[in-house]
């Protein structure tokens, strides 16, 4: 459980994370019963995703970015450039060098910034 949020009804809604994904669950007034899933209201909105999103998902994307940023990558294109991206690049990967030469135009206007995490599952490079 990662924090509590108030729903309507007299129910104290849980957010919570199992298997990596995010999960509302929601307690009854007396205590002795829980409801795991989404709560939507009359209209069919749904009430359980913005508790979620602010409580699980953004504190949990935000942690990911800054474990990339410290990742070991290799940069291509300005510094400066307002849109980065971190593809996971395999050299020996024809999919991976035709994603690099169709970024080009992007890279090379100073649009996006990537940084390639490189890993190695084909083969093994020499």
Known sequence: ???????????????????????????????????VGTMIDAKGNNLSQKPL???????????????LEKSTWIGDGK???????????DPNCPYCNKFWNDARPWVTSGK???RHVMVAI????A
């Open 122 to 125: 084909l083969v093994p490079s």
């Open 112 to 114: 996006v910034q990537l």
């Open 79 to 89: 510094n400066n450039a307002p849109r980065v991206i971190y593809p996971f690049t």
């Open 1 to 35: 459980m990662i924090g509590t949020f108030d729903t309507p009804g007299g129910l104290t809604g849980y957010a919570g994370m199992t298997q990596q994904q995010p999960l509302a669950i929601y307690l009854t007034a007396d205590g002795k019963q829980a409801i």
């Open 53 to 67: 999103d602010e409580l699980v998902s953004k504190p949990m994307t935000e942690k990911v970015w800054k474990q």
